[in-house]
């Protein structure tokens, strides 16, 4: 008879049980590169590209250094400048609105949908003025934004759409997959998302060879051909290496992504069954959308979510919150004049969201362990009196 496995914490990521998994084949493609002695973009690059394309279902593909990159080339190629406005939400990582500022232009805020956390469609157009070029809208946690009434919006006022799909690769909305839901998608590599690499990287999707073309130039220094610059752009090089331990991964992607939505199915079924679903909430996919959940982010009320992830992290119970502060009230920001209380919802997630450890060898054992420990807590400390009623 086997024993059972008992795990004694979960971490909130787990990056060695994935490696485990692929390590044979891994190592040859990184000695390939080793021998090769070739570093820095080359055919590994050009695969990737071809590949990353292919699966999104868009006609090019550009890598680059990172993510933030990735945001910041087409952003450049539409020569975005000091007299510019791009619209976003402010519940983001830093390097959405960080890649804006990075041009000149200004960052223009719009808040969130409370249930899915991405930009509220509703609220786009009051934000637009004649400056406006672009909008940017975050597919956060791994569930596309509502595209199109954004791309209704974008198409009426001749603007350009930015997915920012950095946490969203091989999510879909209405069947297609990010990456080709507006003009242009950035992609990110950082270790953490969905497809992540051993360091760095980045990809931008477009169907526009124009576009693709100029950001293939700006990632090298507005180079081409070799020492000819038509104007000046970044360093933003892909390494061999990485394009060759996310050719093996992008293989695996598809699987990953099922077993995410499993444990995502997985954590509802155990919410509901300690009693907890009503005083929790539980991420949402909305109808259309394919969920590809980097992230597994619940919703308590304000005062207790520190003192919850305290009581987790005791327990060894690896938690982090995404984000504890919006971009509008970043120290970075604070000349664009924006004020707490600008952008409710966005606050409001700010206060009472926390993201719950999510990865595709994650065990139903493990998700116990963290479900046990959330109802203990709710339990016993914040909310005895909801529980008398149900207590027989
Ligand atoms: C990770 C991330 C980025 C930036 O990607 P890097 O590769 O870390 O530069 C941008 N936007 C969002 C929403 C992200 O999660």
């Not at 049980?17 to 070739?38: F, H, K, M, T």
């Not at 952008?343 to 054992?365: D, G, N």
Request: charged letters at 20%.
């Amino acid at each position: 008879m086997s024993v059972a496995y008992e795990p004694t914490g979960v971490p909130a990521l787990n990056l060695r049980a994935q490696y485990q998994s692929i390590r044979d084949e891994i190592e040859p493609v990184v000695r390939q590169v080793l021998e090769s002695q070739g570093f820095v973009m080359g055919p590994e690059v050009s695969h990737l590209e071809a590949e990353i394309a292919e699966y999104c279902g868009a006609a090019h593909a550009v890598g680059c250094a990172s993510g933030t990159d990735a945001l910041l080339l087409p952003l450049m190629a539409i020569d975005l400048g000091p007299d510019d406005e791009v619209i976003t939400s402010p519940y983001t990582f830093f390097a959405t609105g960080g890649s804006i500022w990075r041009t000149g232009a200004r960052p223009v805020f719009v808040d969130i949908e409370p249930d899915t956390y991405n930009i509220d469609p509703a609220r786009i157009e009051a934000a637009i003025t004649p400056r406006t070029k672009a909008i940017i809208p975050i597919h956060l946690y791994g569930q596309t934004a509502d595209m199109d009434p954004i791309r209704e919006i974008a198409d009426r006022h001749g603007l350009m759409v930015l997915e920012d799909a950095a946490q969203a690769i091989g999510a879909a909305y209405q069947g297609r997959r990010a990456g080709t839901l507006g003009t242009v998608a950035a992609f990110s590599f950082y270790p953490s998302k969905n497809l992540g690499g051993f360091g760095d990287g980045g990809m931008i999707a477009t169907d526009d060879p124009v576009l693709a073309r100029r950001m293939a130039r700006l990632r090298v220094h507005g180079m081409e051909p070799k020492y000819h610059h038509h104007e000046v752009g970044l360093n933003s090089r892909l390494d061999a290496l990485q394009a060759a331990v996310l050719r093996v991964k992008l293989r695996h992607l598809d699987d990953w992504t099922t077993a995410r939505r499993e444990v995502a199915d997985r954590y509802r079924s155990l919410f509901a069954s300690h009693g907890l679903d009503e005083m929790v909430g539980l991420p949402i996919e909305r109808p259309g959308n394919f969920h590809v959940y980097n992230q597994f982010v619940i919703r308590v009320p304000g005062p207790i979510r520190d003192e919850l992830r305290q009581h987790l992290t005791d327990r060894k119970i690896g938690t982090e919150v995404y984000y504890p502060i919006p971009l509008h009230l970043q120290t970075c920001f604070s000349s664009l004049g924006y004020q707490y209380g600008d952008f409710p919802q966005s606050e409001a997630a700010a206060r009472e969201t926390v993201a719950l450890p999510i990865y595709p060898e994650l065990s139903e054992a493990e998700q116990r362990l963290v479900v046990g420990a959330m109802h203990q807590f709710l339990h016993d400390r914040a909310y005895p009196s909801l529980f008398t009623d149900r207590a027989a």
